[in-house]
Nanobody, 123 residues
Framework: QVQLVESGGGLVQAGGSLRLSCAAS????????MGWFRQAPGKEREFVAA???????NYADSVKGRFTISRDNAKNTAYLQMNSLKPEDTAVYYC?????????????????WGQGTQVTVSS
């Protein structure tokens, strides 16, 4: 089992930055893939970014060049640095994890989920 707790969400103006954190506990953190997903009002949840335990990264096209996913295995924490934020980035952001190697964008591959943190970008 892996327990995930997100933090760092909030309200920011367009063009600003936020850093989300995902603290993990339970299963050996260094051997799980960490991912970020988001769900905007009235829309389905979508993939944002993922990082494997060896540092391989995968990004959605909509966030490439603006968002950076990272992890600190010593702190059992994953991060999502979000720069140049746009109003369309407004969503609840979820941290997720799975125990296979691939930093996949496939939502069904993830076994563990956090409760979500709200990010609101004003224009």
């Amino acid at each position: 089992q892996v327990q995930l707790v997100e933090s760092g969400g909030g309200l920011v103006q367009a063009g600003g930055s936020l850093r989300l954190s995902c603290a993990a506990s339970g299963r050996t953190f260094s051997r799980v893939v960490m991912g970020w997903f988001r769900q905007a009002p009235g829309k389905e949840r979508e993939f944002v970014a993922a990082i494997s335990w060896s540092g391989g990264r995968n990004y959605a096209d909509s966030v490439k060049g603006r968002f950076t996913i990272s992890r600190d295995n010593a702190k059992n924490t994953a991060y999502l640095q979000m720069n140049s934020l746009k109003p369309e980035d407004t969503a609840v952001y979820y941290c997720a994890a799975h125990a296979n190697y691939n930093p996949t964008a496939l939502e069904s591959a993830y076994d563990y989920w956090g409760q979500g943190t709200q990010v609101t970008v004003s224009s």
